[in-house]
C-alpha cells in the first residue's frame, strides 16, 4: 500500500504502528508524523495515513521500525496466603 493511495481498508495507522514499535506513545507519534518525522516507502508520511508492517517500509527519524509478533507468557505459581499486586 502506498501513502499516497486513498484506499482506507487496509492497513493499520501509522501511530498505532509506532507505538507497538515501542517508539513512543501514540499521541507522540501522531506529533512526529506532523512534524515529517516519519517516512512510509521513501515518502513523508501524513495523519490518517495507514501502512501494513512486512509490506511497507516505514522509518521514524530515519530508522526502520520493526514490531516483534511473538508474544511470551508467564506462569506464576500463587502458593496460598501470598499476597500478588
Not at 36 to 51: P, R, S
Request: charged residues 30%.
Amino acid at each position: 500500500m502506498s501513502v499516497d493511495s486513498k484506499d482506507t481498508s487496509t492497513g493499520e495507522r501509522l501511530q498505532k504502528l509506532i507505538a507497538q514499535a515501542g517508539i513512543t506513545s501514540r499521541r507522540d507519534a501522531e506529533d512526529l508524523i506532523r512534524d515529517g518525522l516519519v517516512t512510509v516507502n521513501g515518502k513523508t508520511a501524513k495523519l490518517g495515513d495507514k501502512a501494513t508492517l512486512g509490506v511497507d517500509a516505514i522509518k521514524v527519524k530515519g530508522k526502520l521500525i520493526h514490531v516483534s509478533t511473538t508474544k511470551v507468557y508467564y506462569l506464576f505459581y500463587k502458593p496460598k496466603n501470598v499476597i500478588a499486586m
